[in-house]
Every structure is written in C-alpha cells, then in structure tokens.
C-alpha cells in the first residue's frame, strides 16, 4: 500500500531535467579551464606548464583550439545524469528536511551531505575517463623533457591518444568494474564536503534581501536572476578552493599514465604523504574559475525553469 506524493514528483522531474540543462551549459563554457586544472595538478617535476594560461596557450599551439576539448564527450554525455542527481538530490533532500517551510542550518548541511554522496555512483567513472583523455597531452612532452637530446615537442603523438571507449574497455578487462570506480573515496571524500559547503551558501546568498514573516532570510522566495547567478558562482567558488587539497588527491589517483619520474600513489594516505603542503593547492584558481560560472550558469538555468516549460509543453 504505496502512496506517492504527485507535487514531490513533479519537483523531482523539474529538477532532474534543469540539473541536465545546466550541466551542460555550464560544462560547454568552461571546460578548457577544466583541462588546465587537470594538467597542473598533475605536474611534478618538470614543469611543461608555468600556469592556467601558460598550459591553454601550449594546448592549442600544440593540439589546436578543440584540443582545449579533450575529454569534453565524456563530460557532456555523463554530466546530465550527475547534475541531475545531485541538483535533484539535495532538493528533495531539503523537502524531506523542511518542517512547516522552514530548514534549519544542520538541515542545509545534512541535504548537501546527501547530494554529495548520492552523485558519485555518476561522478566517479566520469572523471576517471575524462582525466586519462585530458591529461594525455601533458605526457609527451613531459617524457621527452625527461630525454636526452634536442628540446621536446609539445605536440603529443596522434596514435598514443586514447579514446573514451578504449580506455573503458581496457578497464573493464583488466580489472573489473572496479577499475571504472578507481578512486571512489577521494571523490566522495571531495563531493561531500562541497556540497556541505555550497548548498548552505548559496541557500543563504540567494535569500538576502527577502525575509519571512519571522524576520529571518527566506529561503523558499524565488530570488532575480542576477542574484541566483551571483550566488551561485560565490558559493561555488569558496566549496571548490575549500576543497582543492582533496581534489588534487582525487586527481592524481585517478590518472593511469604518469609522466617520467612521476609518482604513483596506493592510496588516499600515500598520495599526501609525497609532496610538501604546497602541492595541494595545485590548480585552485583554475578550479574556483571552472566551479563559480558552472554552478552560477546551474543555478540561472534553474531560475530560468526549463523543466517546467518542458513539462508544460508534454502535458
């Protein structure tokens, strides 16, 4: 005797297909920033890269202007389902939370644990492919750097680029599904402390101005556009420097090929013991720069109401 609540369904649809639009909008915009930050964390030793524009400037000598792409199909194909998850996720979440439309703090905080930790079945395997795609243009010139010999080239050799579905099935022959999941815990030990962080602010961000009739920020009111985009893009800058340290962590367990002399990791605790304090801070700025416009560009599609207008035109 199942009773479905038909509004809660209603929501969840709206936000499943908002959460897609906005992922792939916002993915579209700022994935070569995305590419950089990969590269950068994945630096050590030689230096190919000084910094964020160094690294797109060698790309697209090297590689051309889609080469600041690389791995963008993986990303664009997977990033539907995990912002639809986690966008969707934390607002059910807070549904559940909610006692006569209000949410206390320990309720944002709870929702966006629960959305953090509900989007890494998606959010693993994504990144776990687009690292190998993206990162595969830095190890060429860094192994011939290591050479002796004439200086190295930038441009890495077209018949050692590998492919989404290659990588995929090499994984899956060689080691499992598992091999698809490489590095689980340090992304859900990432993703749920940012959606901790971000939900919460951006919550509160987007209710400045507006108040209840308690006298406290009202939460629920729907906020102009130009507030949830700049509420959006601060929150998601403050969760995405809070939690670079883990990132670059994630990163580096995730990424197969490593460069000459480059350390491979046996897990979560070996990979901070290598480097000094300065290395997890590799790429923040790329990152705040990657995560500030996607969440703003999410939340604007929110605003916006896609999956309503979706639904109106279906119903």
Known sequence: ???????????????????????????TCVF????AKTRLQNQQGVQVYKGMFDCLAKTVRAEGYFGCYRGAAVNLTLVTPEKA?????NDVFRQKLSKDGHLPLWGEVLAGCGAGTCQVVVTTPMEMLKIQLQDAGRLAPTQAAAAPGPAPSLVAPAARRPSATGITADLLKTRGLAGLYRGAGATLMRDVPFSMIYFPLFANLNALGRQSA???????AQAPFWQS??????????AAVAVTPL????????????????????GIVDCTKREGPSAFLKGAACRALVIAPLFGIAQGVYFLGFGEAVLGLLG
Do not use: M, W
């Not at 308690?214 to 629920?220: I, K, L």
């Open 85 to 89: 998850i986690k966008l969707a996720a």
């Open 229 to 238: 985009f700049v509420a959006g893009c601060s929150a998601g800058s403050v």
């Open 32 to 35: 070569p920033i995305d590419l």
């Open 1 to 27: 005797n199942t009773h479905r609540d038909p509004i809660i369904d209603i929501s969840l649809c709206i936000s499943l297909i908002n959460g897609g639009v906005a992922g792939l909008v916002g993915v």
């Open 247 to 266: 990132d670059v962590i994630k990163t580096r367990l995730q990424t197969l090929q490593k460069g000459e002399g480059e350390d491979s990791y046996r």
């Open 214 to 220: 308690g006298g406290q920020a009202d939460v629920q």
